[in-house]
T-cell receptor, first 115, second 113 residues
Framework: DAGITQSPRHKVTETGTPVTLRCHQT?????MYWYRQDPGHGLRLIHY???????DKGEVSDGYSVSRSKTEDFLLTLESATSSQTSVYFC??????????????FGEGSRLTVL | DQQVKQNSPSLSVQEGRISILNCDYT??????FLWYKKYPAEGPTFLIS?????DKNEDGRFTVFLNKSAKHLSLHIVPSQPGDSAVYFC????????????FGSGTQLTVLP
């Protein structure tokens, strides 16, 4: 199994509060991704990183920011959480862009509930 | 507008029979297609893939078929086993430097013993 750890695994918070999810990898992969999974939508890309301090937006980036100060850590921040951000968040890693042939390795997910 | 569509949210199949999961896409720039499998409370895991230059790829009990003219791909599982019960996501990669995955909404497969 790829060494990917997400924390926290579960979080309940209130609307308007800031939330940070952490993804830590031990594989030294260059690319890291944050996805959200929602019923009827599958997995949608929020942000991704192609190196330390190099990040870009995905399909559903509004309301989210990311940071990558070290190869192994990729943080996802909700500056002011809203109920629409209630979701399961997955971190993924790959050696090359899109895994070159699409093979990403996913973490176990972080379930966020915004009340 | 969803570029990768899985129109069947769920599918039930008897153990030992064939499971066929379908996926349609609209973007002609997609050049690589994949299937991921997801169990509850776990992250998705890569299952099988196919390049747009091929029309079939087989790996054990799993075979993926690609029909480019119809913009359609399917995953066949033969024979189906109860352990195959999971959500299956179809995904595609667009040619170009970004090469990000676009996922379908998933199909819940239940294999009945």
């Amino acid at each position: 199994d790829a060494g990917i750890t997400q924390s926290p695994r579960h979080k309940v918070t209130e609307t308007g509060t800031p939330v940070t999810l952490r993804c830590h990898q031990t594989e030294n992969h260059r690319y890291m991704y944050w996805y959200r999974q929602d019923p009827g939508h599958g997995l949608r890309l929020i942000h991704y990183s192609y190196g330390v301090k190099d990040t870009d937006k995905g399909e559903v980036s509004d309301g989210y920011s990311v940071s990558r100060s070290k190869t192994e850590d990729f943080l996802l921040t909700l500056e002011s959480a809203t109920s629409s951000q209630t979701s399961v968040y997955f971190c993924a890693i790959s050696e090359s862009a899109g895994g070159n042939t699409g093979e990403l390795f996913f973490g176990e997910g972080s379930r966020l509930t915004v009340l | 507008d969803q570029q990768v569509k899985q129109n069947s949210p769920s599918l039930s199949v008897q153990e030992g029979r064939i499971s066929i999961l379908n996926c349609d896409y609209t973007n002609s720039m997609f050049d690589y297609f994949l299937w991921y499998k997801k169990y509850p409370a776990e992250g998705p895991t890569f299952l099988i893939s196919i390049s747009s230059i091929k029309d079939k790829n087989e790996d054990g009990r799993f075979t993926v078929f690609l029909n480019k003219s119809a913009k359609h791909l399917s995953l066949h599982i033969v024979p189906s086993q109860p352990g195959d019960s999971a959500v299956y996501f179809c995904a595609a990669i667009s040619s170009g430097s970004a090469r990000q995955l676009t996922f379908g909404s998933g199909t819940q497969l239940t294999v009945l013993p």
